[in-house]
C-alpha cells in the first residue's frame, strides 16, 4: 500500500513564528488532506489539496502531485495551534480509504 | 447544525464483554468510516461502508462488527475475540467513497478502556 512520511515528527516554536511541514507520498492519490488534531482529540478538517495551492487565513498548503509531497505552512503561529498535525492520502484503488501518516507534533510556547 | 456525532464520549468495559460504539451523521452523506487511534501514533481503517447494508473490512477489521441498517448511522461493536481494544474510536463520513466528494469528515471519537 502507499506510504506517507511526515517531517519533522517534532516541532517547537515560539509565538509568531513561521514553520512548514512536509508529507512525501509514495503514489499517485486522489485525495490528500490536513488535519488539526487537538487536545481533546478532535480531527479539524484542515484542507482538501489532492493538488494545488489553498490558504485558509494563517494557514496554506501546496501539494505538487507529480513530484508526490505536500507542505502545510503556519505563519504568526499561535498557543492554539499546538497539537498534532496528520497528512492522509487516497489512491484510486483505495476506495476511499485514508493512510494516514504518523503526524507532526507542534508545540508553540508564548 | 450538521455534523457527526459518536456516544459515549468515554467508555469502560471488563474483559471479555463485547461494546458498541455509536456514530451518527446528519449531513447526508453515502460513505462512512471507523478508524482506531492508538497514543503517538496515526489513525488506522477498521470497517467502511459505502452504501446501505453494504460494508467492507479495511486494515484492522478482525475482533469487530458493524452494521449500516441505516444511511445515517454506523454502529461498531468491539468484540472480546479484539485482543487490544483500548484505544481512540473515530468515526467519519464523507459525500460519496471515491472520486470527487471524498474529503472526510471526523466525528469527536469515543474514548475505549478496557479494565
Known amino acids: 500500500g502507499i506510504q506517507v512520511e511526515q517531517s519533522p515528527p517534532d516541532l517547537i516554536l515560539q509565538e509568531g513564528a513561521n514553520s512548514t511541514l512536509r508529507c512525501n507520498f509514495s503514489?499517485?492519490?486522489?485525495?490528500l488532506q490536513w488535519f488539526h488534531q487537538n487536545p481533546w482529540g478532535q480531527l479539524i478538517n484542515l484542507f482538501y489539496?489532492?493538488?494545488g495551492t489553498k490558504q485558509n487565513g494563517r494557514l496554506s498548503a501546496t501539494t505538487v502531485a507529480t513530484e508526490r509531497y505536500s507542505l502545510l505552512y503556519i505563519s504568526s503561529s499561535q498557543t492554539t495551534d499546538s497539537g498534532v498535525y496528520f497528512c492522509?492520502?487516497?489512491?484510486?484503488?483505495?476506495?476511499?480509504?485514508?493512510?494516514f501518516g504518523a503526524g507532526t507534533q507542534v508545540v508553540v510556547t508564548p | 447544525d450538521g455534523g457527526i456525532t459518536q456516544s459515549p464520549k468515554y467508555l469502560f468495559r471488563k474483559e471479555g464483554q463485547n461494546v458498541t460504539l455509536s456514530c451518527e451523521q446528519n449531513?447526508?452523506?453515502?460513505?462512512m468510516y471507523w478508524y482506531r487511534q492508538d497514543p503517538g501514533q496515526g489513525l488506522r481503517l477498521i470497517y467502511y461502508?459505502?452504501?446501505?447494508?453494504?460494508?467492507q473490512k479495511g486494515d484492522i477489521a478482525e475482533g469487530y462488527s458493524v452494521s449500516r441498517e441505516k444511511k445515517e448511522s454506523f454502529p461498531l461493536t468491539v468484540t472480546s475475540a479484539q485482543k487490544n481494544p483500548t484505544a481512540f474510536y473515530l468515526c467519519?463520513?464523507?459525500?460519496?467513497?471515491?472520486?470527487?466528494?471524498?474529503?472526510?469528515?471526523f466525528g469527536p471519537g469515543t474514548r475505549l478502556t478496557v479494565l
Open positions: 461502508s459505502q452504501i446501505v447494508n453494504d460494508f
Open positions: 489539496i489532492p493538488s
Open positions: 467519519a463520513s464523507s459525500l460519496r467513497l471515491a472520486g470527487s466528494g471524498n474529503e472526510q469528515f
Open positions: 503514489d499517485s492519490v486522489n485525495n
Open positions: 449531513l447526508n452523506h453515502d460513505a
Open positions: 492522509a492520502v487516497g489512491t484510486t484503488d483505495s476506495w476511499g480509504k485514508l493512510q
